[in-house]
C-alpha cells in the first residue's frame, strides 16, 4: 500500500471512530461550557474531509487538503483548536516516505507544543495538553512500532492519558469527567493509529455501555454550570497578515475563550462574548466577514434550567417590545444582511443604526436572506432536548423563504410545530408575545395552535413610508409603480393582507395627509372590534413616532405599549424615515382555560 494510500484510509479511520462516540463526548461536554456539543462540533470538523484525496499523487498534498479542509470546517472551541493542532501537525510531519512511530510521535509533541503557545489562556488537562502527554509518552516507546501487533500498547497508553485529563483540569477534578475535547481527539488519534497499524475497523468501535452513574453525574454538571459570557462567536474572515494584531487585540478586548487561526487569506475566529455588535462594527473595518454563527449560550443555559414545557422560537423580522422579551424566553433566529461581501446577522452583529451608517458610505444596497440553516438546526436541536414541544413563529409565507426553512427542517423532530404568521414587524411581535402568554399559563400545545389562527386574524400593521425607493430597492415594490410614486413624490402606507401579502393601502401627499388617513383606518379597525393593545414603530424617525403615539392615544383613549426602533431587516424594506402602527385586537374569544 502506498504512503498516501496508508493515511488517506488512516484518516478516514480517525473520522469514522470519532461518529461511533459522537454522543458519549457530547453527554461529558461540561466544559468551558456544557452545552453537550463538543462531539457534534468535531465530527462537523473532520465530517467528509478525508473523501476526495485519491487524486493527489503525493502525501504531503494529501495533508495539506485534508488540512486546509479542516480549517474551513472547523466548528466550536475544541473544533477550533483541533485545526490548529493539525495545522502544526502536518507541517511537522514529514510523510513522503514511511512514517515511523518516533516520527509521529516528534510530529505530535511539536505540534501541541506550538499550539499550546498560540492559546492565551491556556488550561491543562484539555483537548491540547492531552496530545502534548501522548506524544511525550510515544517517544519513551523506543522498541514498539506502528504495527497491528503493538496497537493495543499504543491505544492502552491514549486510554491512559485521557483518564488523567480529569486530574489536570482544575475546572473538571472534582467532578471527575474526563474533557470531553479531550475524548473527541482521543477517539480521532486512536482510529488514525488504527489506520497507520493496518488495523481492521471493528476494533477501534465502541464496544462497552457508558455507566448510568456518568451520564447522571453529566446531567447535574450541566445543570450547575453557567456560562461567563452570552455568546459564543464563529467567523470566518478574509483578512490580510498585517491585520492579524489587531484581530487579536480586538478579540481579547470583548471576550474570552479566543480562537484566531490563519491560514491563506482567511482567519478562522472563535469567540465568546457579551456584546457581538460592538465586536463587529469594529473587525468589519479591516476584513470581511464571508460567514458568521451564533450561539446564546445563556440562554441555552437558562432552557436547561427551567426544562419542559413550551419553548417559543421567532425571527428576527418580529419587533418584540423589550419588556416582553424581559418576561417570556423568545429564542430569536437572525435573517441574514448581505451588503457588499460583509454578512451580516440581524440584531446580533449589526443593528438598524449601524447598517445605516454603512449604507452611507456603500453604493450597493443591502440584501437579506432567510435564516442560515445550520443557526435552525441546532436551535431546534437543543431546545426539541430540553422542552415538551417548540412552537416557531415565523415571519410571512409570502414575503419570506424563512417559513418554509423553518417548516423543512421542523420535519426533523416530532415535537416542533412552526406557524405561519401571515405578517412582520411589529404585529408579528405581537402574535409571538401573546404565544408566549398562551404558553406560560400551561396550555395544550392544540389549544395554542388552534388559538393561533384566530389571533392572527387580530394583529395588523400600517406603515407609513417616506418614499417606496427602499421597497422597490429591495424587490417589494414593482418598478411602474415605484416610478408612478416617485415621479408625484407620493407617500404610500402600506399593510398586509389575510394571506400575508404586502398591500399598498392609500397614498398621500405629505405626512399630515398620511396620519389622516392612518387615523381614519384604525378608527374603523377599533369600530369593528376593540384595540386592546398597540405600539409604534419607526426607522431611525423618534420624533415622529412620539407624534403619532400622541395622537393615537388621544383617539383610542388606550395607553400605548411603547415606541421601538424596527430591527435591520425590516429598516431595509421599509426605508429610512417610515414609521408605523402594530395593533392587536380584541379576540372573539376567551383565551383563559
Known sequence: MTMSRLLQNALKLAEISLKANLEKINRINVFPVADNDTGSNLFRTVQGAADGLDVLGSSSNLLESYTQSVFLKASGNSGMMFSMFLSNFTACLSCDTAIDLSKLAQALLTASQQSKNQIDDFVSGTLISYL???????????????????????????????????????????????????????????????????????????EEVEDVSVANQCESVHWETKPNYNYCVQITLNISEEMQSQLSSDLAADGDCNLNLYRHGQSRVHVHTNNSKALFKKIMTYAEVTEVKIENMMMQYQANQSKGGIAIVTDSSADIPQDIMDQYPIHCIPLTITHGKQVMLDGLTIDELDLASRMQSHSEYPKTASPALGMIKDTFSWLSKTHEHVIVVALSSKMSATYQAFKTLANEFSNISVI??????????????????????????????????????????????????AMTKSGRFGRAKAWVAHTMKLKPIVGINQDGTGVLLGNAMSLPKQLEKLFKMIRQKHEQNPIRRFSILHADNHASALELESALEQKLALKSSGIMPVSAVIQLHAGQGAIAVAIEQESAHDFAE
Open 420 to 469: 405561519d404568521s401571515r405578517t412582520t414587524s411589529g404585529a408579528h411581535g405581537w402574535l409571538v408575545a401573546s404565544v408566549a402568554d398562551l404558553a406560560s399559563k400551561g396550555l395544550s400545545v392544540d389549544h395554542i395552535l388552534d388559538k393561533t389562527q384566530d389571533m392572527i386574524k387580530n394583529i395588523d400593521i400600517f406603515v407609513l413610508l417616506n418614499d417606496c425607493d
Open 132 to 206: 502534548e502527554s501522548v506524544a511525550l509518552d510515544m517517544i519513551k516507546l523506543t522498541t514498539l512500532s506502528l504495527s497491528e501487533d503493538d496497537f493495543s500498547v499504543l491505544s492502552d497508553l491514549l486510554l491512559t492519558q485521557l483518564n488523567k485529563t480529569s486530574e489536570e483540569n482544575p475546572f473538571l477534578h472534582e467532578s471527575t469527567l474526563v474533557d470531553a475535547g479531550a475524548m473527541g481527539v482521543h477517539y480521532w488519534l486512536t482510529g488514525f493509529l488504527a489506520g497507520l497499524c493496518h488495523v481492521e475497523k471493528n476494533r477501534v468501535l465502541p
